[in-house]
């Protein structure tokens, strides 16, 4: 069964105080993995894909990159403004729609 | 902003009543998925359209249906509500671009079912 595991689930840092969340996978023929950033009571807003061990994308302050059977992503410096709930997604088969979701870390900057 | 847009934000409904959510994509976007998010979870797929046909169904049982039509506009009709069915309902539309897949997602639809 496809399974996506996010830890930890709730995170605390102090502005400017580096990290990473983690992404684990178990899923057969991964088309590509999807990362959102939500904010309370939002839909999901679009970060980043990867689609093959090796890969790193960045944005701003967040770093997304994959292996095998996981998936970082760092923050650098992190402001206030990048408290929210960071979800993890994965998509298999040939069909690009369906995407199996973990249950998020939430994150929160303190200034 | 992603271009897809969903109506109402929110409503209130109660036990056994039907309810029908719309979503809309930009043009071109052929795929909408709908999600439903429960507090404190992640997004689970409920189904999938492709040119107004259903292509995929995700553990949900078939008082859950759904439309899409020409014009990239589709719902989500839940039939015989149950208490359960509170929550954040999410449609997105899918696009490949320059070779990334992208999955856009709408503001959703907060349900309270009392």
């Known amino acids: 069964e496809d399974q996506v595991t996010q830890s930890p689930e709730a995170l605390r840092l102090q502005e400017g105080e580096s990290s990473s969340l983690n992404c684990s996978y178990t899923v057969s023929g991964l088309r590509g993995l999807f990362w959102y950033r939500q904010d309370p009571g939002k839909g999901p807003e679009f970060l980043f894909t990867?689609?093959?061990a090796g890969e790193e994308k960045e944005k701003e302050r967040l770093k997304a990159t994959l292996t095998k059977k996981e998936s970082f992503l760092h923050i650098t410096a992190p402001k206030p403004e990048d408290s929210a709930t960071y979800l993890c997604a994965v998509n298999r088969g040939s069909t690009l729609g369906r995407l199996y979701f973990g249950r998020g870390t939430q994150l929160t900057v303190w200034p | 902003e992603t271009g897809v847009t969903q109506s109402p934000t929110h409503l209130i409904k109660t036990r056994g009543q039907q309810v029908t959510l719309r979503c809309s994509s930009q043009?071109?976007?052929?795929?909408v998925s709908w999600y439903q998010q429960a507090l404190g979870q992640g997004p689970q797929f409920i189904f999938q359209?492709?040119?107004?046909?259903?292509?995929g169904r995700g553990n949900f049982p078939p008082r859950f249906s759904g439309l899409q039509f020409p014009n990239y506009s589709s719902e989500l009709n839940v039939n015989a509500l149950e208490l359960d069915d509170s929550a954040l309902y999410l449609c997105a539309s899918s696009l490949k671009s320059g070779g990334t897949d992208t999955q856009y997602f709408g503001p959703g639809t907060r349900l309270t079912v009392l």
């Open positions: 990867l689609y093959s």
């Open positions: 359209y492709y040119r107004e046909e259903e292509n």
């Open positions: 043009s071109g976007h052929n795929t």
